[in-house]
């Protein structure tokens, strides 16, 4: 199973597994920019007759583009800013024939209007065809329009907002995150400005992913990301959750002193997998019969019981 | 062929990096961003990216020293800068004159670099901001006002302005806007026509560097204002391949020290196959008594 999910996420790259939507978010201290060129990268070689990529802007200049992508030769390239979402469609639908195989890509999806999203994305879900895009996630501005002009009151709405909807329509989402947390000083608190963490936007990130089948069934899993190989590295739920809690635990440690205070992993598992006492008791089972709250005393080979000693039980 | 950045450049034996030309890399339109806490004012870096472009009035490029190159490069070690560039220069918090003055300071000249064409500078404060009275007839005047009433052709103004600059070089202009939080503050376009206006923007330069504000202050609130400014801010965090955090010295007031500047990576990542260009790291600044010249960087601990 977890072999079946440690490639699933490299054959959805390489458009070998069907995800008609794609969604990757990111943070203010990781983009998913490198994510989005690992599907160009995967699919760049295959010959412009029979697979296309189209690329759809909406924050990144062509010559930006061009510069990111290098020398590609079946890449499209749309400015999509100011443009109509009819003419977009109709752009796409120009450049991809009906039964061409395709990856459609969409720099960022912010600037879409959280009531014209669903409009503007079935079109671009085509048979034979993935349409990857960004979602760039803010701290707290999660609901804000940005075509909103300044001072107009929004009216409180309970249409849900722009991320909801993706997340319910893409089939496969890919959240990206830096692989270690930002050490955070009391210096940037006290600073009372926003700072790029330092090492942000790194080559190497870790992607949650989850992958929803036509069955129904998700897959899940969490990998770390290196652009710079081109490799998705599966990790193990119980790593991935350490990675994610404390990516720096076992560095802080390091160099402290000459003691090993590290765990390897062999050494992790067997104390995850130790039986507590105190767990059987907390389920009530005790003796295969449940018992409630009471205290149960259970007799041992050397306990001198006398029966008929009144004092002798103490309960 | 225009202007490609090489951010392992050092200044001056310095820690600031200027963009480097290295035509080989193609021409990829970046966006340097500038973020400033309140209490300090980013104009000092502005000029610098201005004078790594078009050099001073000596005609030898500022801030170049033989021996704190970097290794090989166009630029090689120990040369001149191959290179020059037109610089489009744009404020929405300050007037023609104050730049006039403070470039004067540094030995540049700009009304002299105006009129040969390789200086253009935008007023978007004047008239825009508030009615400032027109120029005595002696001072020298920017070429261009911004005004609400026109917003939607300011794009082909300032692209016909740009048309209009010296060919002498084959490099597209850099383009330095200062303040660019302020057209949503006024209310002069929704956020989203911000960003389209930066990559307009981005379309006529070679080199794009932009300053807002990164105050928490302004950033963080419930109001639609500061909603507008988080998603401003952040939209542009994305578009950067290099962050320039300008601050105030966390432990109060210092002679020798003005604040702290941090350089990191933004969100554009350097592309397939390419070594990311930017050397992170965080130094502190000296500014002294205005004088742009009086600027250093230097490692934390050192002065």
């Given at each position: ?6 490639s699933i996420l490299s054959r959805i790259v390489a458009l070998k597994d069907v995800s008609p939507f794609v969604l990757l ?10 994510v989005?060129?690992e599907f160009?990268?995967r699919n ?57 195989k395709s990856l459609i890509v ?15 994305i079935?079109?671009l879900i085509r048979p034979h065809s993935t349409l990857v895009a ?32 993706l997340?319910?329509l893409a089939t496969t989402i890919i ?32 992607l949650?992913f989850v992958h929803r089948r036509k069955s129904?069934r998700a897959v899940e899993g ?94 | ?303």
């Amino acid at each position: 199973m977890q072999q079946h999910t440690g490639s699933i996420l490299s054959r959805i790259v390489a458009l070998k597994d069907v995800s008609p939507f794609v969604l990757l978010q990111d943070a203010p201290e990781q983009t998913a920019k490198y994510v989005l060129l690992e599907f160009v990268h995967r699919n760049k070689e295959r010959s412009p007759a029979e697979f296309r990529i189209v690329y759809l802007s909406f924050e990144t200049p062509e010559r930006a583009v061009k510069g990111m992508l290098g020398p590609v030769r079946n890449v499209e390239f749309v400015a999509c800013r100011r443009m109509a979402h009819a003419a977009i469609h109709q752009k796409v639908a120009s450049l991809i024939s009906s039964n061409q195989k395709s990856l459609i890509v969409i720099d960022s999806l912010n600037s879409i209007r959280s009531g014209a999203l669903a409009s503007f994305i079935a079109p671009l879900i085509r048979p034979h065809s993935t349409l990857v895009a960004v979602l760039h996630n803010f701290p707290t501005a999660t609901r804000y329009d940005m075509t909103k002009p300044t001072g107009s009151t929004q009216k409180s709405s309970y249409a849900p907002s722009l991320k909801t909807q993706l997340l319910y329509l893409a089939t496969t989402i890919i959240t990206v995150s830096p692989t270690a947390r930002a050490d955070i000083d009391e210096d940037e608190i006290a600073a009372g400005t926003y700072l790029v963490p330092l090492g942000a936007h790194a080559r190497t990130c870790l992607l949650e992913f989850v992958h929803r089948r036509k069955s129904g069934r998700a897959v899940e899993g969490t990998f770390e990301f290196d652009f710079a190989r081109h490799e998705f590295t599966y990790l193990p739920p119980r790593r991935a959750q350490s990675k994610a809690d404390d990516g720096q635990g076992e560095a802080l440690i390091d160099g402290l002193t000459t003691f090993n205070l590290g765990t390897t992993e062999k050494q992790r598992l067997a104390r995850e997998n130790v039986e507590l006492p105190y767990l059987a008791a907390q389920e009530g089972e005790v003796l295969g019969a449940s018992v409630g709250g009471a205290i149960v005393y259970q007799f041992e080979k050397e306990d001198d019981y006398d029966e008929e000693d009144p004092y002798e039980d103490p309960f | 062929m225009s202007i490609s950045s090489d951010l392992l450049r050092v200044f001056d034996g310095k820690y600031l990096p200027v963009p480097a030309a290295s035509p080989d890399q193609g021409d990829d339109s970046q966006l340097l961003l500038i973020t400033a806490s309140l209490e300090t004012n980013a104009s000092w870096l502005l000029q610098h990216f201005a004078r790594s472009c078009i050099g001073n009035s000596t005609g030898r490029s500022i801030g170049r020293r033989a021996d704190s190159l970097g290794g090989g490069g166009e630029t090689g070690a120990g040369g001149d800068r191959h290179w020059r560039a037109p610089v489009v220069f744009l404020s929405f918090v300050q007037e023609f004159q104050f730049y006039a003055r403070s470039f004067k300071k540094t030995g540049v000249d700009v009304s002299s670099l105006i009129q040969k064409k390789s200086f253009l500078y935008i007023d978007g404060f004047s008239k825009l901001v508030c009615d400032l009275p027109p120029a005595a007839a002696s001072e020298s005047r920017p070429e261009l006002y911004l005004r609400a009433e026109n917003k939607d052709k300011w794009i082909q103004q300032i692209a016909n302005a740009v048309a209009g600059l010296s060919k002498t070089t084959s490099y597209r202009p850099m383009v330095i806007v200062e303040g660019i939080e302020m057209l949503h503050v006024l209310g002069i376009w929704p956020v989203q026509e911000i960003l389209d206006f930066v990559s307009d923007l981005q379309e006529i330069a070679g080199i794009s560097v932009i300053s807002v504000s990164g105050s928490n202050a302004v950033l963080r609130g419930a109001t639609s204002l500061s909603q507008g400014q988080e998603a401003l801010f952040f939209s542009l965090l994305n578009r950067a391949s290099a962050v320039f955090s300008i601050r105030s010295l966390d432990s109060g007031y210092a002679k020798d020290v003005t604040g702290v500047i941090r350089i990191t990576k933004g969100g554009q990542p350097s592309g397939d196959g390419k070594a990311p260009s930017i050397d992170e790291g965080e130094y502190h600044y000296f500014v002294g008594e205005g004088n742009l010249s009086g600027v250093r960087v230097f490692e934390k601990g050192h002065s």
